[in-house]
């Protein structure tokens, strides 16, 4: 019930286009899910993260869209640019008393082809 | 500014061998210390959390210990390493719980056993 799947594994997209990578959760206790960007030999990034109390937050090219009812959500990378290559991960997480215990995707690789 | 610091870098390391990985956090007080492993090409494990000095919560059974000692000081530890550890070891912080809910990951250490 802790698991979130992240698909695809990887994904491959002109320079200009859209990438859409999604995730779905089990465990309806979620009430933050964050996105990451990792390049090689980092750690993750913070992208843009949403609670479910919106459908869709939106920060520059980068927007979630979260449903609720489907336990998913995904990340849209609009106007890809090669230098958004990298893996990027869905996480979630409870925000309780005890820390932000976050649970992540498994990560899909973008590479942005020009 | 909040920066996190983690050293060192890179380890090579025998097996059997102890191990210590350090993380600092700068410019907040009172954070939520978290330790995760990355294992090649998949997500991040969540191996220990801690809400304050002396506290630590394990998320998983394993050959690792982890210690705070200090507010901001957030200690990876194992007396006898086992080859299944090599990984890449990522420290993250976030506000007080209640208060911040955004995580930042340090830049990693990774290690390797041989």
């Known amino acids: 019930q802790q698991q979130v799947k992240q698909s695809p594994q990887s994904l491959i997209v002109q320079k200009g286009g859209i990438s859409i990578i999604n995730c779905a959760y089990e465990?309806?206790?979620?009430?933050?899910f964050p996105w990451y960007q990792q390049f090689p030999g980092k750690g993750p990034a913070l992208l843009i993260a949403?609670?479910?109390?919106?459908s869709e937050k939106k920060e520059g090219r980068f927007t979630i869209s979260f449903n609720k009812s489907a336990k998913q959500f995904s990340l849209h990378i609009m106007d890809s640019q090669p230098g958004d290559s990298a893996t990027y991960f869905c996480?979630?997480?409870?925000?309780?008393?005890?820390?932000?215990?976050?649970?992540f995707g498994t990560g899909t690789q973008l590479k942005v082809e020009l | 500014s909040q920066t996190i610091h983690q050293w060192p870098a890179t380890l090579v390391q025998p097996v059997g061998s102890p191990l210590s990985l350090e993380c600092t956090v700068e410019g907040t007080s009172n954070p939520n210390l978290y330790w995760y492993r990355q294992a090649a090409g998949r997500g991040l494990q969540l191996l220990f959390y801690?809400?304050?000095?002396?506290?630590i919560s394990s998320e998983v059974p394993q050959n690792l210990s982890a210690s705070r000692p200090q507010d901001r000081q957030f200690i990876l530890s194992s007396k006898k390493l086992l080859l299944s550890d090599s990984g890449f070891y990522l420290c993250?912080?976030?506000?007080?719980?209640?208060?911040?809910?955004?995580?930042?990951f340090g830049p990693g250490t990774r290690l390797t056993v041989l």
């Open positions: 996480a979630a997480s409870v925000l309780t008393g005890g820390g932000n215990k976050l649970t």
């Open positions: 465990n309806t206790a979620f009430d933050y």
């Open positions: 993250a912080w976030s506000g007080p719980s209640g208060i911040g809910s955004e995580q930042f």
């Open positions: 949403i609670r479910p109390d919106v």
């Open positions: 801690s809400v304050g000095i002396g506290q």
